[in-house]
């Protein structure tokens, strides 16, 4: 066994550019510290069938609907999800290191990938409300009790949870010899549940240098300047904003958009662009307004005039790293007020903050996990 190889869980294969993003950070993070880091390659059968008829039918958001409309729902989607998996599958597979392929927890447990270290990573790997129930697999319950847990900036992202829930919590990460959590309201729950020590990281994307994201990002330039919109979530009203914003400063609007049923007139559509055309995008815009949690991230990286609508759902992610640097008035709520507060002053002074404040998690981090692999080295 190699004394410096991590094995990494994660939502490598969520099909989301925010998930597959803070999987390539945490792996240039980690190997910058020296260590060699192989995702485990685990696509549970919710994995598997993303973007079939039958899964998409079935989807969370979509059980409300009568039969006839979750019918035309799942036949909307399907073509947008065969581009995603499309363009998603390529970079994974062509940029990690993986294991074998695992289904399932069983699968985990007899054919266990060896590595000194195990590590949780990053996203809502602990969020059971898509899944309607946790996965074991994230809380690494496919170890033995001799081998070393830690998590790298995983997230709960939500903040309720019932007492059953709470309990299969506390049990399972109490074998961790190290937790980092994302969010503020995920080590208020560690500290309830009085599972110690642990502490906050930021989202990977914001651990590594943010030189880095400028070299990464690649594309065609777009000569004007442009707003960027980013919006995830049907109950948000960033492109609007963003609309009525451009027409006031006559300026060309560019929306990210992953299903084909979201084209709008009126602004430049770009349909599931690559990895590095995302980050692009993002690079070059004057403006940008998103209700998105990484579309957040990499607006402060890239130092631009950010506008944040926040989600009915989970919003906690997006208020959580606002606050921690100080930053709240990128979320809209008067859009004429935003206006006065959001100058190129105000982005250059959240990216500032941002290095400051991850510097010292990022030092905390390497002193805690140095003391595990003096502990492990006994």
């Known amino acids: 066994m190699k004394e410096k190889m991590i094995n990494l869980i994660t939502y490598h294969r969520a099909y989301n550019y925010g998930a597959v993003l803070q999987t390539y950070a945490s792996v240039v993070f980690l190997k910058k510290l020296g260590y060699d880091i192989k995702i485990i390659d685990y696509t549970p059968k919710y994995l598997q069938n993303f973007g079939t008829f039958k899964n998409t039918f079935n989807q969370v958001d979509n059980k409300k609907k009568n039969i006839i409309k979750r019918s035309l729902y799942a036949l ?3 073509p947008s999800y065969k581009k995603l998996k499309r363009v998603f599958n390529n970079f994974v597979n062509s940029t990690f290191e993986l294991t074998k392929t695992y289904s399932s927890i069983e699968e985990l447990k007899s054919d266990k990938p060896i590595a000194k270290y195990y590590c949780s990573g990053s996203d809502q790997i602990w969020n059971n409300y898509y899944t309607g129930s946790f996965d ?5 319950n496919f170890l033995e009790d001799k081998d070393i847990r830690i998590s790298f900036a995983s997230s709960f992202g939500k903040d309720k949870f019932n007492e059953k829930e709470k309990r299969y919590i506390k049990e399972s990460l109490s074998k961790y010899s190290l937790l980092t959590v994302r969010e503020k309201a995920g080590k208020e729950l560690l500290d309830e549940l009085k599972i110690m020590p642990n502490n906050i990281l930021y989202d990977p994307t914001l651990l590594v240098d943010f ?3 400028y070299e990464f990002a690649r594309g065609k330039d777009i000569n004007e300047k442009y707003i960027l919109v980013y919006q995830l979530h049907g109950d948000s009203d960033a492109f609007d904003n963003a609309m009525k914003f451009a027409k006031k400063k006559k300026m060309k609007v560019i929306r990210i958009i992953t299903m084909y049923h979201q084209i709008r007139t009126g602004c430049k559509n770009i349909i599931v662009p690559k990895i590095p055309e995302f980050l692009n995008l993002f690079k070059n815009a004057e403006y940008v307004f998103t209700d998105s949690f990484h579309g957040t991230v990499f607006s402060i990286v890239y130092k631009k005039k950010l506008g944040v609508r926040l989600p009915v759902r989970f919003s906690n992610r997006i ?6 640097i100080n930053s709240n008035y990128f979320i809209i709520k008067d859009l004429d007020n935003w206006e006065k507060n959001v100058t190129d002053q ?5 990216n500032e903050k941002m290095e400051l404040s991850k510097n010292e998690m990022v030092n905390k981090f390497i002193e805690e996990f140095s003391n595990i692999k003096k502990e492990g080295n006994k």
């Open 76 to 78: 909307i989607k399907t």
């Open 136 to 140: 074991d697999a994230f809380f690494l």
């Open 211 to 213: 030189d880095f994201w």
């Open 319 to 324: 208020t959580s790293l606002l606050e921690s």
């Open 346 to 350: 105000y982005a250059f002074k959240a």
